[in-house]
């Protein structure tokens, strides 16, 4: 069950990276905060977008087992593209006001953003789960505004429905 959960899980991801591709917020200069072995960059690129992946060893959670940064730090950063990262942050809300504090000045900055919900614990050092509605008031609060909200798939197991996790794109 692990194997199909993990499929699953994987390809909701990339259909919210997709979704949010076709929707424009891909197309511009595109950071992927805990890009691990890059599986977006494709996406990024075919919608335009100019891809930098950036993570790091010491990051809870590397999946590259490397230290990635982009080549060229450009300040007009226009989305930073965020999947399953934030479980492993020890505050999520500081992380998104410094966020929201460093991008405020950019024109059209958004925050492509993917989160479990019900899930496993992935390892010793996976900190948080989060409910969409539970994201949504953490970015709210930070000062974003929720542009796309959305579950990003749901399952039947042992008669109860398990979400994979949410989807959210928020403007600075």
């Known amino acids: 069950m692990t194997d199909e959960l993990t499929r699953m899980e994987n390809e909701s991801i ?3 990276v997709q979704k949010a591709a076709d929707k424009g917020y ?3 200069y595109v950071l992927d905060f805990g890009c691990g072995k890059q ?3 494709g996406i990024v690129e075919r919608a335009g977008g ?3 992946g950036y993570d790091l060893k010491k ?3 590397n999946m590259s087992g490397k230290d990635i940064t982009p080549s060229l730090v ?3 950063v226009a989305t930073i593209l965020c999947t399953q990262v934030v479980q492993y942050m020890p505050d999520v809300q500081k992380w998104l006001c410094d966020l929201k504090n460093l991008y405020a000045w950019v024109p059209k900055f958004h925050l492509v953003l993917t989160g479990p919900t019900n899930w496993p614990e992935v390892q010793d050092f996976d900190l948080h789960r989060f409910t ?3 994201m949504e008031s953490l970015l709210i609060s930070a000062g974003f505004e929720v542009v796309l909200s959305e579950r990003r798939e749901a399952f039947t197991h042992l008669g109860y429905e398990w979400s994979l ?3 959210i794109v928020a403007r600075a």
């Open 26 to 28: 891909l197309s511009d």
């Open 74 to 76: 450009r300040p007009l």
């Open 59 to 61: 990051f809870p959670g």
């Open 50 to 52: 100019d891809y930098h």
């Open 14 to 16: 990339r259909r919210f």
């Open 39 to 41: 599986p977006y960059r």
């Open 132 to 134: 969409r509605a539970g």
């Open 165 to 167: 996790g949410f989807g």
